[in-house]
């Protein structure tokens, strides 16, 4: 394990360790439609002690041209250096969740994902060809923890809350998905992106920060999410830990509406040690040092819950509003989160 993979790990264990000074939440109005975070956001509510709540959330994420840096790239510029280009990629995540609350303080998750990579291609000869890794992700079991709340009263009275969360991803996805190339008598293992799984166990700690017009309109919230990936998978590599930053602020536009805006801040690290049976040279994505990146993001969306039912229903859509990708790489264009919740 590297050094650095090392901090991270102290880095949780003390966040982990703080959970025992946890406290229930007075004033907070769990049942608002903005109670819950823009549904593109993870563990950002807990439940009431012997509530469950299951959920199926869809992300559905676009990603159209090749960019170096900050600047878009043509397919012959990455065909200056590569054999094969892609052109685009599109992700289908469907994510199955439960969630349980024991008590007040803690709630508990798990997520089963099912992922669907397709990405089309294109050779010197301009020949192109369409690749698919698809299948069960890696599950992830967690908690989520009420690590303090306030409530400040005035002419507009204010609850705040702070959450902590921690989540272990479990090797469950493939890393080792083959497809037909442009040779349909052959396969190919599938470059890193391609793949549905990490391979690794991976931690994803998290620091969640809500606000709450106890009688107004408005609502807000920011969140720290890291993606930090232990050991090595049996392909020889790690990918790239992730650090996402991401804030909103949501209004209430009826009883059971609210709208939310919410800016993202994401930056990723290439992937560490190397697939062998990958060729780097061939294409940009078997390429591990070309796979790192930052990214902002900026999302509308909309909850609206069933008043008396527990359900919920709720929608995102965000577009990048800056990139800086070590590419080439294939820009994001599009990423849009809907979901069902159901409480109980
Ligand atoms: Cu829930």
């Given amino acids: 394990m590297s050094a650095r993979k090392t901090r991270s790990l102290l880095l949780t264990t003390a966040l982990a360790t703080t959970f025992a000074s946890s406290a229930a939440v007075a004033h907070w109005e769990g049942s608002r439609p903005d109670a819950h975070a823009p549904i593109g956001v993870m563990a950002d509510h807990t439940h009431k002690t012997g509530e469950w709540m299951f959920s ?10 090749n960019r170096n840096g900050t600047d878009r790239i043509s397919t012959s510029q990455v065909h200056s250096q590569f054999a094969v280009a892609p052109l685009r990629m599109e992700m289908e ?27 089309d291609h294109v050779n010197a000869a301009n020949a192109q060809f369409e690749t698919v890794g698809e299948g069960i992700g890696d599950v992830s079991l967690g908690g989520i923890f009420n690590l303090s709340s306030k409530h400040v009263d005035g002419e507009q009275p204010v609850q705040h809350r702070l959450l902590a969360s921690l989540s272990l991803g479990l090797p469950t996805g493939k890393d080792d998905i083959r497809d037909h190339g442009l040779n349909p008598n052959m396969t190919m293992k599938l470059p890193y992106p391609m793949q549905v799984g990490s391979g690794t166990y991976n931690l994803m700690p998290g620091i969640t920060y809500l606000g709450q017009q106890v009688n107004g309109n408005y609502s807000w919230g920011a969140q720290a999410m890291a993606t930090i990936h232990t050991g090595t998978n049996d392909e020889g590599y790690s990918r790239g830990d992730k650090l996402q930053l991401t804030s909103w602020i949501a209004r209430l ?4 509406v609210s709208g939310s ?23 940009q994505t078997a390429n591990p040092a070309l796979l790192s990146g930052k990214r902002a993001d900026l999302s509308l969306g909309l909850n609206v819950k069933v008043p008396g039912t527990g359900h919920r229903f709720a929608i995102e859509v965000g577009q990048p509003v800056w990139q800086d990708l070590d590419g080439p790489q294939l820009e994001t264009d599009m990423i849009i989160t809907a979901g069902w919740q159901w409480a109980l």
Wanted: hydrophobic fraction near 40%; avoid cysteine; aromatic fraction near 6%.
């Fill in 261 to 283: 805006v919410r800016i993202t801040g994401q930056s990723w690290e290439g992937i560490d040690g190397q697939d062998s049976q990958l060729m780097p040279g061939n294409v």
């Fill in 253 to 256: 536009l009826s009883e059971n």
């Fill in 56 to 65: 199926y959330r869809m992300m559905h994420m676009e990603m159209d041209g």
């Fill in 93 to 119: 995540m469907h994510m199955l969740g439960a969630m349980y609350a024991p008590n007040d303080d803690v709630t508990l998750n798990i997520m089963v994902p099912y992922l669907k990579n397709s990405m």
